[in-house]
């Protein structure tokens, strides 16, 4: 029997290929930012509360969304930082300190971070300090997850798709196509693992 899935930020890059794996025999619901039906504002914990009291549970939440800060360190001001904490960081930690109570006995949530998290790149002072934030995270909320519930984080390489946008930063990296990347995601949710960060570099 198919498994009743929150894809948070389901329209973005990695969101899609997501999707057309996980659609087959699933109940998917899609919501991001900009979704027409289930409208969520990740860096608004009233936005997510709301999401989830229309809801009801699910058996799986995926988080594959979250703004960052790419720049020069010695240009970079307090309130371009916080950009990545606030949002991807804190709004990702947030999805799943609210979620954990809609989420079904035995159910999973799947974060996201990036490959930036262990393999520094130029102007990623914010990328990597969020993504090994995000990273630790899971591995401590492991251990405190009730119910047989589960929560790990993917963290991709820079994706095929999104080479137009990020390949200047991530030059001399191998590319990864979106649909091997939305296998980790399938993977989190099946399998027995927790506390596990699935590298797909």
Same mark, same amino acid.
């Given at each position: ?28 619901? /899609?919501?991001?930012?900009? @979704? @027409? ?6 860096? &608004? =914990? ?12 699910? &058996? +799986? ?7 960052? @800060? ?8 307090? /309130? ?24 079904? &006995? ?10 930036? =998290? ?8 914010? +990328? ?18 009730? @119910? ?13 798709? =999104? ?10 990296? /191998? ?14 949710? /099946? ?11």
């Amino acid at each position: 029997m198919g498994k009743k899935i929150l894809i948070v930020g389901a329209s973005g890059t990695v969101g899609q290929a997501v999707v057309r794996e996980l659609s087959s025999g699933n109940n998917l619901i /899609e919501a991001g930012r900009s @979704h @027409h039906e289930n409208k969520v504002d990740i860096t &608004d =914990s009233k936005s997510i509360q709301s999401l989830f009291l229309r809801l009801g549970k699910v &058996d +799986a939440i995926v988080s594959v969304t979250g703004q960052l @800060h790419f720049g020069p360190l010695n240009e970079m001001t307090s /309130e371009q930082f916080q950009i990545g904490l606030r949002n991807k960081l804190l709004g990702q930690v947030d999805l799943a300190l609210i979620g954990q109570h809609y989420l079904t &006995d035995g159910g999973s949530i799947t974060l996201t971070s990036g490959i930036v =998290s262990e393999e520094p790149v130029r102007f990623g002072v914010n +990328a990597t300090t969020v993504n090994a934030a995000l990273e630790g995270f899971v591995r401590s909320a492991a251990f405190e997850m009730t @119910h047989g519930q589960r929560i790990n984080v993917v963290s991709p390489s820079v994706l095929q798709e =999104s080479l137009g946008t990020f390949g200047p930063y991530f030059r001399g990296f /191998e590319a990864v196509p979106g649909s091997r990347v939305a296998l980790a995601y399938l993977r989190s949710i /099946e399998s027995v693992q927790t506390g596990k960060v699935f590298r797909v570099w």
